[in-house]
């Protein structure tokens, strides 16, 4: 039974540079959210798919960051012209959602990837 | 972003003795969960409730959803060392039009002396 996977577990780059991260969610789930996380904080939520569909932004995702999950499985995270404010731990998590109105939906996390932009 | 207010921010205890920690909202949330983090790892799921007044075990741990939808609690008893770490809640609501999305806590740091 394999969890969340993200790759990679740290990036070091220099400001200006672009970055893409990925994540395997859990094979049978249709959910996949992207969160950010920085030293002392909780994760902020960035946004979410649902299959192959983006359907929240966080007005935290400015434009120069892009997510896609183009077959409904894997997701990228892709931010450009990093910023030193982008350094942060980016969590992904993966859920299972089935349609109806009583939902018992559980979040699981991969172990992230942590993010220096110097 | 939108952050839930925990409570304590962090806490030192002996090994043995009993923690209490809660989470509060203004909003109604129809869902809460409980994680712990590690350091340089990503949060893992320690309990989920999913109905007001729901009270849930995992092992030493227990959490309560509140009558209110609007807070939550967990108890750890008898701590030991390993569980050191920063406790999370979150929760997700149906009441807000259109997301689905989970709000997590400020987080409680937790530190076991031996």
Redesign the interface.
């Known amino acids: 039974d394999t969890g969340v996977s993200q790759d990679p577990r740290h990036k070091i780059t220099k400001r200006g540079q672009n970055v893409t991260f990925r994540c395997d969610p859990i094979s049978e789930h249709n959910r996949l959210y992207w969160y950010r996380q920085t030293l002392g904080q909780g994760p902020e939520f960035l946004t979410y798919f649902q299959n192959e569909a983006q359907l929240e932004k966080s007005r935290l995702l400015s434009d120069r960051f892009s997510a896609e999950r183009p077959k409904g499985s894997f997701s990228t995270l892709e931010i450009q012209r990093t910023e030193q404010g982008d350094s942060a731990m980016y969590l992904c998590a993966s859920s299972f959602r089935s349609l109806g109105e009583r939902q018992n939906e559980k979040l699981f996390f991969g172990s992230g990837t942590q993010l220096s932009v110097l | 972003?939108q952050?839930?207010n925990?409570s304590p921010q962090s806490m030192f205890i002996q090994e043995g003795e009993d923690v209490s920690m809660n989470c509060t909202s203004s909003s109604i949330f129809n869902?809460w969960?409980w994680?712990k983090q590690d350091p340089?790892?990503?949060?893992?799921?320690l309990i989920?409730l999913?109905k007001a007044g729901e009270l849930t075990s995992n092992g030493r741990l227990t959490a309560q959803f509140g009558i209110t939808r609007k807070d939550s609690f967990l108890n750890i008893s008898a701590s030991i060392p390993s569980d050191v770490g920063i406790y999370?809640c979150?929760g997700?609501s149906?009441f807000i039009s259109?997301?689905?999305?989970?709000?997590?806590?400020?987080?409680t740091r937790l530190k076991v002396l031996a």
């Not at chain 2, 259109?98 to 987080?107: E, H, P």
């Open positions: 972003g952050q839930l925990q869902t969960l994680y340089g790892e990503g949060p893992v799921l989920a999913y999370f979150a997700q149906i259109g997301t689905y999305k989970y709000i997590f806590g400020t987080g």
